[in-house]
Nanobody, 113 residues
């Protein structure tokens, strides 16, 4: 199982980015898929998650600004990030849960003030 994350970059505060996570198998095979992030010196934290039936949950810090979605035909999960702030700067990882967790490589998001 491989997860390929992309879409990170450098953006000014208030800007937007869309991250993509392409899976090597049907995303419906996963119990859930999610986006996590890890800022320097901090623990990795859940940003957003979508379950197989389609329910979503978000970290309080991103509610109303970030949206997780999926395109089943493309085996891809997205994270649309709006109104970015410097506090959103981190490496973002996608994760898929089968019987075990599978992690993609990280993609760097840097928000300048």
């Amino acid at each position: 199982v491989q997860l390929q994350a992309s879409g990170g970059g450098l953006v000014q505060a208030g800007g937007s980015l869309r991250l993509s996570c392409v899976a090597s198998r049907s995303i419906f095979s996963f119990q859930s898929m999610g986006w996590y992030r890890q800022a320097p010196g901090k623990q990795r934290e859940l940003v957003a998650q979508i379950s197989r039936p389609g329910s979503t949950n978000y970290a309080d810090s991103v509610k109303g600004r970030f949206t997780i979605s999926r395109d089943n035909a493309k085996n891809t999960v997205y994270l649309q990030m709006n109104s970015l702030t410097p506090e959103d700067t981190a490496i973002y990882y996608c994760k898929g849960l089968l019987a075990y967790d599978y992690w993609g490589q990280g993609t760097q998001v840097t928000v300048s003030s």
